[in-house]
């Protein structure tokens, strides 16, 4: 058996990517699209209310969007960013994602996509099992991340939620454990390893119990 040295978190692993960090990357790309839906709520500044009860509305223009939302959401014209001077903090949301996507097409021979988040982000997503496999995934990694990151903070979407580990319970996909309950959720458990691994309260419940019945079993055969 192959042990190599991760190439995103440096850990031994069996393959070029470890298992957690691949995963990492597959949940940080799948919650993309509702990051940009929030970053596109937060285009707008929240306006004050006025004086003697009057809205501020009707006595001024409308303020400004946030600058730094705009900054991240780019130009409003379709063609990628060629400028800098246009642009100021972060590389815009779609330019980073396009340039990553570039990556993938040409080096798999690809037919291009459109330049829409949804689009982008699935072809990412579709292709881990590539990039996980490339010198250059740290960078992915990182970048990724770093926007995920960003885009949170702008838009105050909660990114340390309450997080219980469920001991015992092991995840039915990769059959690593524990599995965890993150609050708030929707979700009775989740797989830490897995992101499309979520239970509401029933599969949850079945689930410790077969896993029960299971451990019953290989005692008394």
């Not at 850990?11 to 919650?31: K, M, P, V, W």
């Not at 730094?68 to 100021?88: F, I």
């Not at 330019?95 to 570039?102: D, F, I, N, V």
């Not at 797989?191 to 005692?219: G, H, K, M, N």
Request: charge should be neutral; aromatic fraction near 6%; charged fraction near 30%.
């Amino acid at each position: 058996m192959n042990v190599y040295e991760c190439l995103v978190c440096a850990e031994q692993s069996e393959t070029r990517t470890c298992f957690a960090c691949r995963n990492g990357i597959r949940g940080d790309l799948l919650g993309l699209p509702e990051l940009y839906r929030a970053l596109e709520d937060s285009r707008q500044r929240v306006r004050g209310g006025g004086s003697g009860g009057r809205s501020a509305t009707r006595l001024h223009a409308p303020l400004p969007g946030r600058e730094d939302v705009l900054n991240l959401l780019g130009p409003a014209a379709r063609q990628p960013v060629t400028d800098g001077r246009d642009q100021t903090g972060a590389v815009p949301f779609l330019a980073l994602l396009e340039s990553w996507a570039e990556v993938v097409t040409e080096g798999l021979r690809l037919p291009p996509v459109r330049r829409h988040v949804t689009p982008l982000t699935a072809r990412l997503t579709g292709h881990v099992a590539w990039i996980v496999e490339q010198d250059w995934v740290a960078d992915f990694a990182e970048e990724i991340r770093e926007l995920v990151r960003t885009v949170e903070r702008m838009t105050a979407m909660p990114s340390k939620p309450t997080r219980e580990f469920l001991t015992g319970v092991r995840c039915p996909t990769c059959d690593r454990d524990p599995m965890v309950r993150i609050v708030p959720s929707d979700w009775s458990a989740e797989c830490r390893f897995c992101p499309s691994v979520r239970l509401d309260e029933r599969d949850y419940r079945l689930l410790v119990e077969a896993q029960a019945r299971d451990a019953r079993d290989a005692v008394n055969p």
